[in-house]
């Protein structure tokens, strides 16, 4: 992940996207414990909704590729795949862990 890059098509300092990123970060890790949750207790609309807040955040901050998952989390949910979901969330969870070592 090239957060130079990153910060440059939104127009921002590269420590300002920086501390974005953290709080991106930070909040992502809270609403993933969360959405384990919701597909453990099957709640569908729980797991939708945390899936599109996820998808709105990572879309602030330019990440299509968190964007993309956390979309098809949403889908998935609202289809009652939660098998499905709780594969993409852990896409997403793993995909998280390696961005914050960047």
Same mark, same amino acid.
């Given at each position: 992940? $090239?957060?130079?890059? /990153?910060?440059?098509?939104? =127009?921002?300092? %590269? @420590?300002?996207?920086? @501390? ?9 890790? @809270? ?13 569908? %609309? !729980? ?8 998808? =709105?955040?990572? /879309? $602030?901050? +330019?990440?299509? %590729?968190?964007? @993309? ?6 889908? *998935?949910?609202? $289809? +009652?795949? /939660? %098998? ?5 969330? !852990? *896409?997403?969870?793993? !995909? /998280?862990?390696?961005?914050? =070592?960047?």
């Amino acid at each position: 992940m $090239n957060l130079r890059k /990153l910060s440059k098509n939104l =127009g921002l300092e %590269e @420590e300002e996207y920086l @501390e974005l990123f953290e709080l991106f970060v930070e909040s992502s890790m @809270e609403d993933l414990n969360k959405l384990w949750f919701a597909i453990d207790i099957a709640s569908t %609309e !729980k797991v939708a909704r945390i899936a599109h807040s996820l998808k =709105g955040a990572s /879309l $602030n901050l +330019g990440l299509n %590729e968190f964007e @993309e998952i956390a979309k098809a989390i949403a889908k *998935t949910a609202r $289809n +009652g795949q /939660l %098998e499905k979901t709780a594969q993409l969330a !852990k *896409t997403l969870q793993e !995909k /998280l862990d390696n961005a914050v =070592g960047c």
